[in-house]
């Protein structure tokens, strides 16, 4: 269970690698043998608002995309601010089997601080416009598939961790990755998650298993209670609310997912959690990371978890010469709001507009 305190602290929704790991730790100590120079870029000005196709994609993802030749202020230096935090990427993607091509809908970073027992959550909206190495300017999202595809040293976390780097000018230590079906096995696995709702949601999924093709989505505000398949369409619909809200409520799933895997009631759970995600979940913590990072979950507490989004504040709707929809972010607005990460509201109070 004390791994599991810090995997639903840092990995929360999106990685449960330490999940499984507990359970490796658990059967060790009982007797069982156990696993243990920034190149900046920036776009061209925006020209002009517009409001983006809502799941909006291109049929062109594997075509090399237009590299804008423009050149901006460059990027302030980091204040040093988050020098000594251990910086975990977490990814959730939409990789399904034999779909040679993905996205990663879900993208966050978090920032441990253990010497003062508190972490932040910084969310990365999907079309944020980044200079991808190897590729050119494109979609945030697009860049984990791409160090798949093109076997990128360390693959798509390791494209990804250099993306990051080089356009947001943030140093990432580690990472987790974890598909759609073991994001729901987890949560049904847990017995389901108590999410506190800021707005209500009602849309329309596309769904090929339904005899309409669509399948009807319904959640109302305040503490719901959520299955696995409740979860995965609460943090990827977007169509009436976009990717800043979205953000925010995946922001709130990992939150829930803390305060249900530290329930004492979780213990019998862990084998079947290592089971079901061992195949699921890729991550480069190592067996010997897991001690130090049992101690810092323990010493992180609720009310010291913040989190914040690159919201609308920080970037500018754009229309590539392609025709894609995209956001041009400032690149020291979004300094300065991971500079001061630590003063964000806590999860739980980050005020969510409703529309």
Known sequence: MIGLVFASLVLGALGFYFSAQTTELTQSVFGSQAMLDLTTAVPPTPRGA??????????????????????????????????????????????????PVWRTDVMMIAFIDAANGRAAVLSLPRDLYVNIPTRGWDRLNIADFWGEYT????????LMKKVVADNFEIRIDKYARVDFDGFKRIIDTLGGIDVNVPCEIEDDFIDASSPTGFRHFQVDAGMQHMDGDTALMFVRQRHNTGDVSRAQRQQRVLYALRE???????????????????????????????????QIGTNVKPGNIRGRVVDETMWNFWTTPDGKSVLVFDKNKVRAAV?????????????????
């Open 151 to 158: 076997k990128y040293p360390g693959g798509g976390p390791g």
């Open 50 to 99: 517009f409001v983006p196709p809502e799941e909006a994609e291109d049929s062109n993802i594997l075509n090399q995309p237009t590299i804008p030749l423009q050149a901006a202020t460059p990027l302030l230096p980091a204040s040093g601010k988050l020098d000594k935090t251990l910086n975990v990427l977490l990814l959730g993607s939409d990789r399904r089997p034999n779909d």
């Open 339 to 355: 500079d001061d990460l630590f003063n964000a509201p806590t999860i739980e109070e980050s005020k969510v507009v409703c529309q």
């Open 260 to 294: 249900k895997i530290m329930s004492p009631n979780i213990v019998p759970k862990i084998p079947a959690l290592y089971q079901q995600l061992q195949d699921t979940v890729q991550t480069d913590f190592g067996p010997l990371d897991l001690p130090g990072l049992i």
